[in-house]
């Protein structure tokens, strides 16, 4: 009896599972594409930047950044853990250009660190 139970059990997980799973993307429609003229590509740099912006929003999203809205602006932030505490935690939030000048802050600060402990050591 136990068995059946623990096999429905899964049957019915495996089933929940794919019934709130992401849709498969549709892909988008073939249409032939405009014809670009010289004039037309000289005046459209803004594309160009939103690939490395989409870039950057995948690789905070990979770093456990989740996006949330505060007061109309889209936000990331992540819960880190307080070290030498199991139940405390700091929410870090800021936008794409901001999280990225944090981490270069912390970057050179760690930089700074190392170099300071070299010249000690010698």
């Known amino acids: 009896m136990r068995i059946v139970v623990g096999l429905l059990a899964c049957l019915s ?27 037309s590509t000289a005046s459209t740099p803004a594309p160009a930047a939103k690939p490395a912006e989409d870039v950057e929003v995948k690789r905070f999203l990979a770093e456990g950044y989740k996006p949330e809205m ?10 880190d853990n307080v070290v030498g505490s199991r139940l405390s935690a700091v929410k870090t939030c800021g936008t794409i250009e901001e999280l990225k000048l944090m981490e270069q802050q912390t970057r ?5 660190s190392l170099r300071q402990q070299n010249m000690g050591a010698h």
Do not use: I, N, W
Not at 19 to 39: E, G, L, M, Q
């Open 108 to 112: 050179r600060g760690v930089e700074e």
């Open 13 to 39: 997980a495996a089933a929940l599972s794919a019934a709130f799973a992401d849709p498969p993307a549709a892909s988008p429609p073939a249409t032939p594409a405009p014809a670009a003229t010289p004039a």
């Open 70 to 79: 505060h007061h109309g602006q889209e936000v990331y932030c992540r819960k």
